[in-house]
């Protein structure tokens, strides 16, 4: 067992500040570091109302002999370094000497702990600016720290701890990454009385990600090992069609340490390229062995973020084996068929003659029938009549035996040809002077096409071109629909249940905003560990998307770090228009894109998509013209 000492002040001085406790989550940390680095095969943690009143880390390792106990609490004394050279190959997850000390000065302390060679062990009790006790009891071998009343004698750090759900979640989070990080140790979580976190500490990442993010989670990985120039990568990464909207699941670990590097989190996107869509982004859990001198952990307070004697085989190394393990792992879906598909014009199997031709499909005119599944809902400060245009992304082609009418926008789209004047409806001959082709009669515009499967241009009032952005058009229109209703636009529920596995931070954002999601047409239900179920979604969106629409808005609300006010509501809008909306350079039905053009024409004041892009610009005919010379 290792003598713990004080640091001599020029080596103490060499250390950078060490993280002030602000919050319990960074209590358990320092903790549970401690008994990792004392060699504890199981860790049981149990925090009440948050930890903010109660927290308890009891471990079975080595232990703190007598003698050494008092020392423990002495600022800069630990048993992890000795002197100045120990700083250049750190190979301890603590090695400041400062957390005892630290939590001490705010809370109530009270340490159990023996050693294998001792009969008995040594109680401990010290704490803000009380006489420290100590006194012989039994108790297992291992250490037992309890830390009651946090923040007791400093009110003023008091008032800045969040609620009990949002700084117990933190805990959980602390807790899930040191559980990732050591595999081979059985860490125990008890939250208010409730066992929410086990794992077994068989020593496989696969058990302890199964412990921390749940089954689903676990089957949308696949396995990575590789070695390059003395660096080994081990873990796992996602299918690429199991990306997700941000980078809150990608987890590294250097030497067992949770840290957050640019160089691995660069070279594993660098990897997935051209495997997965723009904007998504992978989840891994990679743990990177390297020699302890070629790495710098004493950089940041928290110790967060380390720093390498040399970037470029480690970013090598986990490209490389993040690009082998998705060239392997990664095998596309094979469809399995349970009888065997049959040409409709291949020779029948029992006479070995073909079949008959069917006959031909008459060629009588389609007949549309609009399925609405929006209740008419006016956009916000119009105060002309506004029909649901929404209704047209449900209209289907199919035969319809009670009407051989087309609506006015369709057949104008379908006949290409001018309207017919009042004269040719009489049945006279005489030719008529035609206006432009009319989306309806209120309408004096004419579609001309679409360009790049993106803009829609439109001939409008004989003198402007008018070059229409569809997505951000339908997009605009979504957003004020949703705005000036909220859940009164209609949600639908899911069949299917989706479960949604989130880190804790977007856990905890998600069930603090339960609220306004509803409003937003969400239902979204606590699963426990992290994940929330889906049960609803805007009527909108499609069913698909409401998995990757739920991690995108928890990443936002777990990026505010701050109650929900009516902008976050916006925010969700936006972000549900924009996925429901028609994308660029999609097959869009020509008669939602006359749709979309009379709401716009409709609606003058829809100018900007909910970011800020333009909706349209507009081309003067005699700017056009000009161009060619003709003015």
């Not at 750090?157 to 949002?166: G, V």
């Not at 060629?363 to 929404?390: A, C, W």
């Not at 006279?428 to 499967?453: D, M, V």
Request: charged share 25%; hydrophobic share 40%; with cysteine.
């Amino acid at each position: 067992m290792p003598k713990i000492q004080v640091l001599d002040k020029h080596v103490a001085e060499l250390i950078a500040a060490g993280e002030v406790v602000e919050r319990p989550s960074s209590v358990i940390k320092e903790l549970v570091e401690n008994a990792v680095d004392a060699g504890a095969s199981v860790i049981t943690v149990e925090i009440q109302h948050g930890g903010v009143t109660f927290m308890r880390v009891t471990d079975n390792g080595c232990g703190i002999a007598p003698e050494d106990v008092p020392v423990a609490f002495l600022r800069h004394a630990t048993s992890k370094i000795g002197d100045r050279e120990d700083l250049d190959a750190i190979a301890t997850l603590g090695f400041r000497g400062e957390a005892l000390a630290s939590i001490s000065a705010v809370a109530h302390v009270e340490l159990l702990t023996r050693t294998p060679q001792a009969a008995t062990g040594v109680r401990y009790t010290c704490g803000g600016e009380e006489q420290p006790t100590i006194q012989e009891a039994g108790c297992p071998v291992g250490t037992t720290i309890l830390v009651k009343d946090l923040f007791y004698n400093t009110p003023a750090r008091m008032k800045f701890l969040k609620k009990d759900t949002t700084e117990g979640n933190s805990v959980a989070g602390v807790l899930d990454k040191m559980a990732l990080s050591h595999p081979e140790i059985s860490f125990r979580f008890i939250r208010d009385g409730k066992e929410t976190l086990r794992t077994p500490g068989d020593n496989q990442l696969s058990s302890a990600v199964y412990g921390v993010f749940g089954k689903e989670f676990l089957n949308t990985l696949i396995p990575v090992e590789y070695e390059y120039e003395h660096v080994r990568v081990s873990g796992y990464v996602s299918l690429p069609t199991a990306s997700r909207p941000n980078r809150s699941m990608q987890n590294f670990f250097i030497n067992g340490r949770y840290v957050r590097s640019r160089t691995a989190m660069a070279a594993v996107e660098e990897a997935y390229k051209g495997s997965i869509m723009t904007g998504k982004f992978p989840a891994c859990v990679l743990h990177l062995s390297l020699a302890f001198g070629v790495v710098d952990v004493n950089v940041h307070p928290a110790k967060l973020e380390v720093r390498f004697v040399n970037e470029r085989p480690i970013f090598d190394a986990v490209y490389h084996a993040v690009r082998s393990a998705l060239n392997t792992g990664d095998q596309p879906k094979v469809m399995a068929f349970k009888r065997p598909i049959v040409h409709p014009y291949a020779p029948a199997p029992e006479t070995g003659s073909q079949l008959e031709m069917p006959p031909p499909v008459p060629t009588e005119k389609p007949s549309f029938r609009v399925q609405p599944v929006h209740r008419d809902v006016p956009l916000r400060d119009s105060g002309s009549e506004k029909k649901d245009f929404f209704a047209f992304a449900q209209m289907a082609l199919e035969e319809d035996e009670s009407s051989d009418q087309l609506p006015s926008a369709v057949r104008s789209l379908e006949e290409q040809k001018p309207v017919p004047s009042a004269a040719e409806e009489n049945g006279s001959q005489e030719p008529s002077n035609s206006q432009p082709l009319s989306f309806t009669k209120a309408f004096h515009s004419r579609i001309i096409g679409e360009a790049f499967g993106t803009y829609i241009l439109v001939e409008y009032s004989d003198s402007e071109l008018m070059l229409i952005d569809k997505h951000a058009a339908h997009e605009r229109l979504l957003y004020e629909q949703l705005k000036a209703s909220g859940v009164e636009t209609g949600a639908q529920n899911l069949i299917e249940p989706v479960p949604v596995t989130l880190s804790k931070e977007e856990y905890t954002a998600v069930l603090q905003n339960a609220q306004q999601l509803t409003e937003a047409g969400f239902e979204i239900e606590d699963f426990g560990t992290g994940t929330v179920i889906v049960r609803s979604i805007p009527m909108v969106l499609d069913g698909q998307d409401a998995a990757d629409t739920v991690m995108e808005i928890a990443g936002y609300l777990a990026d505010l770090k701050k109650d929900i006010t009516p902008e976050h509501l916006d925010w969700v809008y936006h972000n549900v228009a924009c996925r429901a909306a028609m994308k660029a350079g999609d097959h869009t039905n020509p008669e939602m894109l006359v749709s979309l053009a009379e709401q716009l024409e409709r609606n003058p004041q829809v100018r900007y998509c909910p970011h800020g892009r333009p909706v349209y610009v507009v081309i003067k005919r005699r700017d056009l013209e000009r161009q060619f010379g003709r003015v």
